[in-house]
């Protein structure tokens, strides 16, 4: 089919058509939380608004359920400390606030420095491998790294939501609207 010329004004009176409904963005959730999935986190609720307020931003909430991708996605591949995580820690998050965006999120991080499973005397190996590879690792700052990864895929879905949000309202899109539904230059008022 071919494009046909729309305009300025005729496309203005169209341009939210394609957004006016609370399902544009259901593919961008979707994918989302897929997303999020593959790197061991469950996405529990998405909020956003946009697109043209200082303040404007996208949060969600949710919780780490699959410690070992988590750790990998961060670049941490060590067993012991992913053993640690999965017997040991908590971590969550959920927005709070009239705001939406990544700095409107309280962090539930339940990270603490796990006890050694290994008794000294019966295993000393095991127990000391524990104790030296554990060491290694500064808990506060892991619990900081994790916060400021999970800002970052809020930044990044909030990117992608204008993205899409602007590609639905793009002139190309509205007079593709436009066309598909017969929509006739006759109803411009001049």
Not at 13 to 32: A, I, P, Q, S
Not at 126 to 136: I, K, P, S, V
């Amino acid at each position: 089919m071919s494009e046909l010329y729309y305009p300025k004004d005729l496309i203005d009176k169209y341009r939210d058509v394609l957004v006016c409904h609370d399902d544009w963005y259901d593919n961008v959730y979707e994918h989302f939380e897929e997303t999020m999935s593959v790197i061991g986190i469950q996405v529990i609720r998405i909020q956003f608004s946009g697109f043209w307020s200082q303040g404007d931003g996208a949060c969600f909430d949710g919780r780490i359920v699959d410690w070992g991708k988590y750790l990998l996605h961060l670049g941490y591949d060590n067993l012991i400390l992913h053993q640690a995580a999965e017997d040991n820690w908590s971590f969550s998050w959920e927005q709070r606030g009239r705001y939406c965006h990544e700095h409107s999120v309280l962090y539930d991080d339940a990270l603490w420095r796990p006890k050694n499973p290994y008794d000294e005397d019966e295993e000393p190996l095991r127990h000391d491998t524990w104790a030296n590879t554990l060491e290694t690792y500064d808990f506060l700052a892991i619990t900081d790294e994790m916060k400021e990864n999970l800002r970052g895929h809020m930044r990044s879905l909030y990117r992608t939501l204008e993205q899409e949000y602007d590609d639905l309202t793009s002139d190309e899109a509205v007079s593709a609207w436009m066309q598909d539904n017969y929509i006739e230059l006759t109803e411009l008022e001049i």
